[in-house]
């Protein structure tokens, strides 16, 4: 089966209903392929959730306790080992989350942990911590009628000064307090993982299918009404490295990097791209409102 993602065809053998079905590729070879297998080595240790990786020339493996091992080769090749009889949710969650990432790193990519919409033809991105709405936020202003280019990763590709944001695939994560947020209904929804109240949002509607320039990085932020504050350079490149999609995996995996280029491309990013603080209040009701707030102050800001 043949899928669009991140600019690459995948060709997977099994389904992922998740991604946008590709055409057939008359001569084309796949950019990446998906492929069941054995995987025999595993991470020596793992971390509090169960998660491991080791780190091998152009092989790294990602390991996930109860759902098995993706082996992520030169940026073109995931083996899925399972492990037992997992839910296939928790399967795909590992390969188009951990393993993709690896493969995009693995092609030269940037990878930013945050969720990105067009507005205006320009890419504008949010970051923040574990929980700290960048998907909601994705989804809000989505449900205003900006397409998602991307949720979760943003892979940004360097052109020359300037750096493109790919689209990803036609799906937002949310909680089930934010989805009910938005007026959806999370019993109609597709779980994101079996064991969370975490629903897959999978769009109808306009998504991104070309790279657009990256104009904006907002670091979001709770405050008393919505406002938006410049970040210094220095302190706008050190939200790049610490939202650094890479982070996740570990010190072993940041040391099979190259650090120096790492440091010099996450610097590039905050000298090349605005960066903002994006402050607003937590509510509990007239949340479409908000958003019309927050839409307005970015369209504001892009302005300037």
Known sequence: ?????????????????????????????????????????????LNDNGNGIWCD????????????????????SI??????????????????????????????????????????GAAVAFLGNHGAGKSTMAASLHSLGHPLITDDIAALDPIEDDFQVLPTFPQL??????????????????RVHPDFDKWAWRLDGEVSE???????????????EVKIEN????????????????ARFGVEFYQAQNQGEHFRRCIGVADAVPMRRLLRPEIESGFEALAREIEAAVIADLAR
């Open 210 to 224: 070309a790279p657009l320039p990256l104009r904006r990085l907002y670091v979001l932020g709770i405050g008393d």
């Open 57 to 76: 020339g152009d092989q790294y493996c990602h390991y996930r306790e109860g759902t098995g091992a993706c082996l992520v080769t030169g940026g073109t």
């Open 79 to 120: 083996v899925v080992d399972r492990e037992g009889d997992p839910d296939d949710s928790l399967v795909r969650l590992s390969v188009l989350g951990p393993a993709m990432g690896l493969a995009l790193i693995q092609r030269g990519l940037l990878l930013l942990h945050a969720s990105a919409v067009s507005i205006d």
């Open 231 to 246: 970040l210094e350079a220095v302190l706008g490149s050190q939200y790049v490295i610490r939202n650094w999609y890479g």
């Open 1 to 45: 089966m043949l899928y669009h993602a991140y600019g690459l065809i995948l060709d997977a053998e099994f389904e992922f209903p998740e991604l946008r079905p590709a055409p057939a590729l008359e001569g084309r070879v796949p950019d990446v392929t998906i492929r069941l297998g054995e995987v025999a080595r595993r991470p020596e240790s």
């Open 173 to 190: 994560k949310l909680w089930d307090n934010a989805a009910r947020d938005l007026g959806l209904q999370p019993d109609e929804m597709p």
